[in-house]
C-alpha cells in the first residue's frame, strides 16, 4: 500500500487549514478550492472518495466531536426547532429538490430524482460547526444549527434508502420507508442509552489516561458499529453517547481530560481539513463520468438544483419558526421569540458537505448510469456551490444584520458570582479536613493551599480590572506572561541540569511534566 497520497492529503490539508487561520476566509472553503486547484496539476494522485471509508471510518469521530462539545441542556431547550429541521426539513428537501430535478432534467425518472433530493438534504455537521466557531452566532442559533447538522444525517441515509429501492426496483414505499425512519430512530437512540452509561462507567473506573483516552477514541466507532449491524442509526446512537459523555465529563479524571481534549482536538483539525480538501479533490472523477450530461444542459441542471436547494430551505425555515408561535401559546410561553435575522442566518447556513458525496458515492450500479452519473454530479455541485456562495457571505450577512455581540462584562460578573460560590465551599471543605488531626500541614503549606484559593477567586474579578497604561496588558494578560517566564526559567535550569549529567533524563521528563501542568493550571486559572 502506497502511503504516500495520504501523507500528502494530511500534511497538504493541515498546512492550509493552519494558512486559514490567518486569512478572513473560512478554513472549509479554503480547503475546497485549494482541493479543486490540486485536483488538476499533474502528477497529483487521484483520490477517490469511498463511501465504505468516509461513512463508517470519519463519520462518527466528526460527529463524536461535534456533539461532545454540544450543550445536551441547550439542544434540549430548542429540541423542537431542531426536530422540525433535522426530520421535518430534510424530507421537505428531499421531495422538493426530486420533483423539482424531475421537472427539470429531460429523462430523469422520479424515483432517481429523490434520490439526489434525499442525498442533498442534509446540511453539513463539520461545515455548521466551522462556521459558527468562525463568525461568532449567537448561541442559539449555533446551538438549533449544530443539533440540526448532528441529527439530519439519519433522516437523509432513511430517505435515500427508501428512493433509491424504487430507482433499481426493489420495490421500496415511502409506508415501508416511514417505519424503517423510526426503526432506524429508536433503535440508534436505544443503542446509545444502552452503551452510554457503561461506557461512561468504563471511562471513570480506568485508572490509567492512556487506557482512558484509547477507549474514547473507539467510543464513537463502538456506538456506530454496534447501531449498523443492529439496523439501527449509527449517527443517532453516536449523537446520544456523545452527549452524555459530555455532559458527565466532570466526573472523569483531570489527567485523561486534559490530554482528551488535546487528542480530540488534533483529530477533529486532521479529519475535518482532510474531508473538505477531499471534496474539492473530487472534481476530476466527477466530471469523468458525467457521460451523456455534458455542455451547458449540465451547467444548467446544475445552477437550477442549487437554487431550488436554497430556495427551499428559506421556504421551510420561516414558517417553521414563526407559525409555531402563532398556533401555540405554549411554545410562546417556553421559548424566546425569535427574530426574522435568526431566520435569515438560520436559511442561508445550510451549507452540504461530505457526507452527501459519500451517500451519493455509494450508489450502487443496479442504478442506471445515466442518472447514477448525472446525482453524482448534482451533488457534487450544490455542494461546492454551498460551500463557496453560502460559506463566503455568510460572515459579510451576519455583520450586515448586526446580531447584538456577546455581553462580555455580563458573562465575567457571571463567572466571577460561580467562582466565588465554588471557592465558599472549598474554604468550607478545607476548614473541615484541618479539622481532623490525620490532615495536619505545616502552616506555610496551609497558607499556600489558601493562597491559590484566593487566588482562583479573585482571577475573575480581575479581568474587570484597567489594563496596564504602559504595555496595555490587562492585569489577567500580566499575570499569565508572568507565570509563563517563571516557568520558563525553571525549564531552562532543569534542562542545564540534564545537559551537565546532574539529573538524568528521566528525571528531566518528570520534572517539565510537573511544569506543564502548573503552566496549563495557570493558563486556564488567568482565563
Given amino acids: 500500500m502506497d502511503v504516500m497520497p495520504l501523507l500528502l492529503l494530511v500534511a497538504g490539508s493541515a498546512a492550509v487549514a493552519a494558512a486559514a487561520r490567518r486569512t478572513p476566509a473560512p478554513a472549509p472553503l479554503l480547503l475546497v478550492v485549494v482541493g479543486l486547484a490540486v485536483s488538476y496539476i499533474p502528477g497529483v494522485p487521484s483520490y477517490t472518495l469511498d463511501p465504505h471509508v468516509v461513512l463508517p471510518l470519519l463519520l462518527p469521530p ?129 443503542i446509545g442509552l444502552v452503551l452510554m452509561a457503561p461506557l461512561h462507567w468504563l471511562r471513570t473506573h480506568l485508572n490509567e489516561p492512556l487506557l482512558q483516552n484509547t477507549l474514547s477514541l473507539l467510543i464513537p466507532f463502538v456506538a456506530y458499529g454496534v447501531a449498523e449491524q443492529a439496523h439501527a442509526s449509527g449517527v443517532l446512537a453516536v449523537v446520544v453517547v456523545a452527549l452524555y459523555l459530555g455532559h458527565r465529563a466532570w466526573e472523569v479524571d483531570f489527567a485523561t481530560r486534559l490530554q482528551e481534549e488535546a487528542v480530540w482536538k488534533m483529530v477533529a483539525f486532521v479529519l475535518e481539513s482532510a474531508v473538505f480538501t477531499l471534496i474539492g479533490l473530487q472534481l476530476p472523477i466527477v466530471l469523468k463520468r458525467l457521460g451523456e450530461y455534458q455542455g451547458p444542459a449540465a451547467v444548467w441542471y446544475a445552477v437550477a438544483v442549487f437554487l431550488v436547494v436554497v430556495v427551499a430551505r428559506f421556504v421551510w425555515v420561516y414558517p417553521a419558526t414563526f407559525l409555531p408561535r402563532l398556533l401555540s401559546e405554549r411554545v410562546r410561553a417556553r421559548e424566546e421569540n425569535p427574530t426574522w435575522r435568526g431566520a435569515m442566518v438560520t436559511s442561508w447556513a445550510g451549507m452540504r458537505g461530505v457526507v452527501s458525496l459519500a451517500i451519493a458515492f455509494a450508489i450502487p450500479s443496479t442504478m442506471a448510469d445515466g442518472p447514477r452519473n448525472l446525482i453524482l454530479f448534482l451533488t457534487f455541485t450544490t455542494v461546492i456551490g454551498t460551500l463557496v456562495v453560502q460559506g463566503v457571505t455568510l460572515p459579510p450577512l451576519i455583520r450586515l444584520l448586526r446580531f447584538p455581540g456577546r455581553d462580555r462584562q455580563a458573562e465575567t460578573l457571571a463567572e466571577a458570582n460561580a467562582q466565588a460560590q465554588a471557592s465558599r465551599a472549598a474554604e468550607a471543605r478545607l476548614d473541615d479536613l484541618l479539622a481532623d488531626e490525620r490532615n495536619a500541614l505545616p502552616p506555610p503549606l496551609v497558607d499556600r493551599l489558601r493562597t491559590v484559593l484566593e487566588r482562583r477567586r479573585n482571577a475573575v474579578w480581575e479581568r474587570l480590572g484597567q489594563v496596564n497604561p504602559v504595555t496595555g496588558e490587562s492585569v489577567d494578560d500580566t499575570y499569565r506572561r508572568l507565570s509563563r517566564e517563571m516557568i520558563s526559567a525553571e525549564r531552562e535550569v532543569f534542562v542545564r541540569l540534564r545537559d551537565h549529567r546532574h539529573i538524568d533524563d528521566e528525571m528531566l521528563r518528570a520534572l517539565l511534566r510537573r511544569l506543564d501542568l502548573e503552566e496549563a493550571a495557570a493558563f486556564r486559572e488567568a482565563g
Fill in 62 to 190: 466528526l460527529l463524536y466531536t461535534s456533539a461532545s462539545d454540544s450543550s445536551y441542556l441547550d439542544l434540549r431547550a430548542q429540541l423542537r426547532p431542531v426536530a422540525l429541521l433535522s426530520v421535518g426539513y430534510v424530507l421537505f428537501a428531499t421531495v422538493v429538490v426530486g420533483w423539482a430535478a424531475y421537472a427539470i432534467v429531460p429523462g430523469l425518472p422520479l424515483p432517481a430524482a429523490l434520490v439526489l433530493g434525499a442525498v442533498v438534504a442534509p446540511p453539513d455537521a463539520v461545515a455548521a460547526a466551522a462556521v459558527a466557531r468562525r463568525v461568532g452566532l449567537p448561541s442559539r442559533i449555533t446551538t438549533i444549527l449544530q443539533g440540526e447538522s448532528l441529527v439530519n444525517d439519519a433522516t437523509a441515509i432513511t430517505a435515500y434508502k427508501v428512493a433509491l429501492g424504487a430507482a433499481v426496483g426493489a420495490g421500496a414505499t415511502w409506508a415501508g420507508g416511514i417505519g424503517e425512519f423510526a426503526l432506524a430512530a429508536v433503535g440508534g437512540v436505544g
